[in-house]
């Protein structure tokens, strides 16, 4: 790896860990129902206090028919009892792969915060309503342009895109007052439907803390995992 012509030396990277102490993560801490929820949801509120960088950040991966991974990051716009949930382009990449395996896995980095949840589960789409309701709290201009791009397909240049999104905005108007920007049939929600949930930890000497919780016919199970 190299930064400005010098050589990085990746393998000699290292973070050290704070030692833990009272504030160590313990299976007792998940609780609620669903038993993950409550945890996730203040891991998450303490990742805005601590003002990381877009907390509702997460990397998504999916599968394609072909059995090829494939990771992007995006964000969560939505989390309750039912799961995570965010919003994407159906003839996206993501899109074709749920389209073939519904399942997919979401990690949330809060690497400043020594924290991490993993997600994992089957997908489902998310009502329509529910999209349409989300649709219309986005700001104009990210409305505009999820009308103009065709993600992830081939476009011949960057000049191509601004044309199409200026031809999105003479005909919808660029303003709130030029009336509403009308839902893509193709574009909406996708929510994660968690069958478990990892919490880790970072600690010293790479004896971080992992908790999982799993779903079961019976209800959740809780372990604490080796590092």
Not at 74 to 89: H, P, Q, S, W
Not at 183 to 196: H, K, N, Q, V, Y
Not at 209 to 219: C, Q
Request: hydrophobic share 40%; glycine share 10%; aromatic share 8%.
């Amino acid at each position: 790896m190299r930064v400005t012509g010098e050589a990085v030396n990746v393998s000699a990277m290292r973070v050290g860990y704070r030692p833990g102490g009272d504030d160590d993560l313990e299976p007792d801490w998940l609780s609620g129902d669903p038993i993950w929820l409550d945890l996730f949801e203040r891991w998450l509120a303490e990742a805005v206090e601590a003002a990381v960088p877009e907390p509702n950040a997460m990397v998504v991966a999916t599968v394609g028919a072909d059995g090829a991974p494939a990771t992007r990051t995006v964000l969560c716009k939505a989390v309750d009892e039912r799961g995570i949930v965010f919003y994407t382009n159906f003839g996206s990449g993501k899109g074709h792969h749920l389209a073939e395996r519904p399942v997919a896995s979401a990690t949330f980095p809060w690497i400043a915060m020594e924290r991490q949840v993993h997600v994992r589960g089957p997908v489902v789409r998310v009502a329509r309503d529910e999209t349409q309701a989300y649709w219309d709290s986005r700001p104009r201009g990210s409305r505009l342009g999820a009308v103009a791009s065709d993600q992830s397909r081939p476009i011949d240049s960057r000049d191509a895109l601004r044309r199409r999104a200026e031809e999105v905005e003479q005909r919808f108007g660029a303003s709130d007052d030029d009336g509403p920007v009308p839902l893509p049939d193709g574009w909406g929600g996708f929510r994660i439907e968690p069958a478990s949930v990892e919490f880790w930890q970072g600690r010293a000497n790479r004896l971080h803390n992992r908790v999982l919780a799993t779903r079961t016919d019976d209800g959740w199970t809780v372990a604490r995992l080796q590092p």
